[in-house]
Nanobody, 126 residues
Framework: QVQLVESGGGLVQAGGSLRLSCAAS?????????????MAWFRQTPGKERDFVSA????????YYADSVKGRFTISRDYTKNTVYLQMNSLKPEDTAVYYC??????????????WGQGTQVSVSS
């Protein structure tokens, strides 16, 4: 059973930084090691659809960012810990959202990922 557990959210002032973590564990229904999956971050605000933020392929060779976070956010993964990080700098009030970690066999910028975490709240005050 696959588990994705996010952490690192919180309240920060505009211009500040946070680092989100997503710890992945388990094997998929087809007994595939979750470490071989692409990982991504999405975010969602009340009443709106879940938006893509960033994604990294399982080997780390392909990385995508939403235009709104390019130059401010950095995604990375630590294979020894099976953890994906999202370093968020120069945070803006419009970055306020629940941030979700996701895992999938194919990297992409849509919500077509196989596994999802429970989310962590990020709030940026002006």
């Amino acid at each position: 059973q696959v588990q994705l557990v996010e952490s690192g959210g919180g309240l920060v002032q505009a211009g500040g930084s946070l680092r989100l973590s997503c710890a992945a564990s388990g094997r998929t229904d087809s007994s595939y090691d979750i470490s071989k999956y692409a990982m991504a971050w999405f975010r969602q605000t009340p009443g709106k659809e879940r938006d893509f933020v960033s994604a990294i392929s399982w080997r780390g060779r392909t990385i995508y960012y939403a235009d709104s976070v390019k130059g401010r956010f950095t995604i990375s993964r630590d294979y020894t810990k099976n953890t994906v990080y999202l370093q968020m700098n120069s945070l803006k009030p419009e970055d306020t959202a629940v941030y979700y970690c996701a895992a999938g066999l194919v990297i992409g910028m849509t919500s077509e990922y196989d596994y999802w975490g429970q989310g962590t709240q990020v709030s940026v005050s002006s």
